[in-house]
């Protein structure tokens, strides 16, 4: 496995729920590193992402609320989400830009994992 994202699962409005993602050591350099979040009957969309610099962009309709680190010497990605809303439920992907010495330069995609919010 490539990619592996953990921490999902269910919270009420305006809880608080933190998502990993950790990308194998064969990925020897990674570039960008985002996180996507797909709702029941809707198209995939980028939620944040941090580049190798470290400096982070996110969808407008989560500034504020979310934050995206990396922790670049682990090749891990975590999502920090607050004030969560029922509108934020979804399947949390994660997305990596990296070069391996089997694949070289090419993307990665995590399986996802399941971010439900309550109203």
């Known amino acids: 496995v490539q990619l592996q994202a953990s921490g999902g699962g269910l919270v009420e409005a305006g809880g608080s729920l933190n998502i990993s993602c950790e990308a194998s050591?064969?990925?020897?350099?990674?570039?960008?590193m985002n996180w996507y979040r797909q709702a029941p009957g809707k198209e995939r969309e980028l939620v944040a992402g941090?580049?190798?610099?470290?400096?982070?962009n996110y969808a407008e309709s989560v500034k504020g609320r979310f934050t995206v680190s990396r922790d670049s010497a682990k090749n891990t990605m975590s999502l920090q989400m607050t004030s969560l809303k029922p509108e934020d439920t979804g399947v949390y992907y994660c997305y990596v830009f990296g070069f391996s010495a089997t694949t070289h330069w090419k993307t990665f995609w995590g399986q996802g994992t399941q971010v439900t919010v309550s109203s």
């Open positions: 050591r064969s990925i020897s350099t990674i570039e960008a």
């Open positions: 941090i580049g190798l610099s470290g400096r982070a």
